[in-house]
């Protein structure tokens, strides 16, 4: 019996300041060691949808401040490197990011701060989620409907799932509940690198995996 017709949805976020800016390295620790989990969350992953978050190189807050604000090309690398998702929850990842920062303090001891204007202002959002309305009752059905979605559906379909039960997207949950015959695009989906991607090219990566295109072509 064919599952139920893949639920299509959308997310946006409401973002707030934590009033806690960070001026310098040492502070930008201290103030990571205090603040909400979720917060630590938004700057590594949560900043994809944001549409003015551009960087080819460094996919995070942290990562970015650190080559931008405190010109410190070490560290920066240091933190792009950071995958949360391979942390066993928020906290785990926060013990490694103090941990990283606690290491460069400790060979740069004295860093310089950055001007007025350049600080690292901790934020935390609340997501919002809604049904977009559009559904897909078969595999042939969900590629279809891929290029249609907005760039948060995506986000919340393909990579926020990953921190629920399960940790794997969305679209391939529902794929493997068809059973035999889906094989070859759920191969196709588990080699995409969401991080590589800005949400745009992600969603043409996954409609041509879906779609059964070459992966280049879902990035021309």
Do not use: K
């Amino acid at each position: 019996m064919p599952p139920e017709p893949f639920r299509f949805m959308d997310c946006a976020l409401i973002i707030l300041s934590l009033g806690r800016p960070a001026q310098s390295l040492r502070e930008l620790r201290d103030r990571a060691a205090e603040v909400p989990p979720q917060s630590i969350w938004h700057h590594f992953y949560e900043t994809l949808l944001r549409p003015t978050f551009d960087d080819p190189e460094y996919r995070n807050d942290f990562a970015l401040w650190a080559r931008r604000g405190l010109r410190d090309h070490v560290l920066a690398e240091r933190l792009a490197v950071i995958d949360p998702l391979e942390f066993d929850g928020l906290e785990r990842l926060r013990e490694h990011l103090v941990d990283v920062l606690d290491d460069r303090l400790a060979e740069a001891p004295a860093p310089p701060a950055v001007r007025s204007g350049q600080e690292f202002h901790f934020l935390r959002s609340q997501m919002i989620v809604v049904d977009t309305g559009l559904r897909a009752a078969t595999p042939g059905e969900m590629g279809e409907q891929i290029m249609a979605l907005p760039p948060g559906s995506l986000y919340y379909h393909f990579i926020e799932a990953r921190r629920r039960p399960g940790g794997g997207d969305d679209f391939s949950a529902w794929l493997t509940s068809w059973g035999p015959g889906v094989e070859t695009l759920l191969q196709r989906l588990a080699a995409i690198d969401f991080r590589l991607w800005p949400l745009p090219d992600l969603r043409r990566l996954v409609g041509a995996a879906l779609a059964g295109r070459p992966a280049v072509e879902g990035i021309r």
